[in-house]
Each structure stands twice: as structure tokens, then as C-alpha cells.
């Protein structure tokens, strides 16, 4: 048996930070105050509700994650937040439509009490948002370090023993590394002298860094995948994951895609297009914004499908994504996929995806499991990317060379094995023997 690592004990209350405090945070949010105060199982988490097998099947070992690992407990998580739009996680959330007010309404009380603090906002990088609740410093170091005294104070008022950050802000326009990213020294000088190339997201993780909070990005802004980002979270030994919660479509694209390679069916052309009328649809709809996103998104199936290796089934494949901006459908995002196929002697098939499903609601479960698992990192002495949370992410973060994993169930087994490693279980491989 392995030995397991020296995990520090889960005591005493954890702030759970969200940049960002509008459909997915106050969804979030209001999804744990319920399940406290009901005792309601929290639908859609696998550090709640999921189950992880130890040793050989005949043991009958198949503890709840949450009782194998020492996570924090739902009632010692203290949620905060900021945001540019909205005054308080009651506010966002009645904003924003994704909750009924029934389920609001139990918990008004709690969220009306979680303040939204001024952002550090610049219109540049989200067009379609106009944000009045914003920072008064507009010199990025200065901006930096004002986040790090929200920090510290929510630390203090809220009697926190540890803090994790988890980004749920806006999608920002597209950008590519420059040479301020390159080091901490590069970027530090860069924020002194106001570098256009540096954007919100991208103060908000040195910020969290500097204050020895882990950070896990939930967009596909450029920002925890950073060389800056990464050495510095290495030289303070704070975890770090990114990137873009992996909810509707790319969800289903990692279900589908490894079916059709493990019976090896080829892929001709994959057109994807959805439609989506919250906040993250709007700022989408600007052109710098969508280009961020549908780098992400189009990742994915290369990955997958490996057709270098399989150019006879997936050497030729016209992948198409569009993302429309439909006001009417809210926070209801509906995602059409025509997927065309081919298999013996070649001839050609079809599969239809019509997936009318809720962001936020698939969104907020991710948040939970990322807070929780990122502070299992930290107290156990993490630091860097943390690869293993690949499960959750569109564009998940690789800690070495080789890219990461994108098919789900490698994710998964990735995930469950590091958990067992880390608690000195052996791995499970599967294997006729096990």
C-alpha cells in the first residue's frame, strides 16, 4: 500500500471567494445554503454524492467521497464575492432568473448578507457589460493589492482558517501570452506600468496567490495558464486549476466523442451551435469574447480523438461551434449538435443532440467540487497545476509537456486514483484481477 500524505485536518470555517457574483455564483451560493438547511443532497456534486471504490471488488469498499476524504463540511463554508453589476447574492440571483423564488426565498436572508465588493473591472475586455460597482484604483498594482486587502479583510471578519478562489466571472476577449507574462518579475512590472496585455481575471489570481489562496479558473480567459501564474504558484506552493467549467455541449462532446473512438467509428464533421440569453450570452455575442470560448470548446475533440494516430477515422473532421445570444432563453441554454459518422465499409450515420439544459445548474455543482477539492490540495501540500481536476474543465490545464486528458472517464479515474493515492489506497486499474 502506498503511504498516505500528510493532510492537514479540514478545521474551522473556509471562505469560498468568487470573482464574479452573478447567474453561476448566486446559483451556487443558494444551492449549499439549501442543502445545510434541509439536508437535501447537493444533485450533481461528486464530492457529495459520489461513491469511490477501495481495493478489490469482492471487498465491498465503496466509501462517499466526502467520508474517504477529509473535505470541509458544507456548514464551514463562508461565501463572498465581487462584481461590477450586482449589490449582494440576493440581488444576482433574482437578476439573474436561473432559481425559482420558492428556493430563493428560504435562503433571501443569508444571501441578502453576502455584499458583493467592488470589481476590478475594464469595459475592454467584455464589451456588452457596463459595470458601476467597480474598484477606484486604476493602476493595476494598485488594483492588485486592493483585492489582497478584500481578501485579508473577509479573512478577519469572517474568522476563516483557510480560502480558496474560484473564478465565475465573464468570458473575456481573446488574447494570446506576451512577453509581460512570461515571468512574476515581468508581470509584476507590467501591472506597475499599467500593461494593456494584462487583464482583470489575471490580477485577481496574483492577487489570491500572493494571499496563499488557491485559485481555480471556471472561464477560458488566459490566466491560471499563464508562465507568470505558474511559477508563482509554484515558488508560494498554492494550487492552481484551470480552465472554463465543462458544462453543456463540451460535456456531451466528452461523453459522445470517447464512445465513438472505443468502437472505433469514424468522424466526418461535427457542427455544434447553441443558444443562451443570460449574462455570460451577451457578453459572448461580442465577437472578442466568442473567440475566447470557441478556442476552448474547439479543443476538445482533437484530443480525444487522437487523429494523428487514427487518420483513417479522424484525419479529416470539420468541427464548427457558434455560440447565438437569444434574450428570451435566459439562463436556459439549448445546444443543437449534428454529428455525421461513418462506419463499416464507410458508409455514413448521423446523431442529433438536442440538450436544453441549464448552465448555472450544471455550473454550480462544479464550483462546490473545485473549492473543496482545491483546498484538499493546499492541505496537502500541492502546489501548481492540478491536472487531476481535469473532470471538470473544458480546457483543462496540463501540469507537464504532454496535453491533458479530455476524455471523461480517463478524467474521472485520473480524479478518483489521486484521491486514493493521496489517502494511501492503491489505484484501481480495472483489471481482470480487481
Known sequence: MPEPLDIAPANGKLGVLTPGLGAVSSTFIAGVLQARATGKPPLGSVSQMAHIRLGKREQGRSPLIRDFAPLAKLDDLVFGG????????LEAARACGVLEEKDIAAVSAEMEGIIAMDAVFDPIWVSRLDGTRVKSETNKWDQAM???ADIEKFRVENNCDRMVMVWCGSTEAYQQPSEVHESIEAFEAGMKANDDNISPSQIYVYAALQSGVPFANGAPNLSTDLACMIQLSEKLGVPIAGKDFK???TLMKTLIA???KARMLGLRGWFSTNILGNRDGEVL???????TKEESKLG???????PDTYPDLYGN????V??????PRGDNKEGWDAIDIFGWMGYPMQIKVDFLCRDSILAAPIVLDLALFMDLASRAGQSGVQEWLSFYLKAPQAAGELPPEQDLFIQQTKLKNTLREWMGEEPVTHSEAG
Open 258 to 260: 470517447p464512445g465513438l
Open 146 to 148: 486592493a483585492l489582497m
Open 300 to 306: 476538445v475533440l482533437h484530443t480525444i480523438l487522437q
Open 247 to 249: 458544462t453543456g455541449q
Open 322 to 327: 457558434r455560440i447565438n445570444y437569444y434574450p
Open 82 to 89: 465581487w462584481d461590477p453589476i450586482s449589490a449582494n447574492a
Open 285 to 291: 455575442d461580442a465577437p472578442e469574447n466568442f473567440k
Open 317 to 320: 473532421i470539420d468541427h464548427v
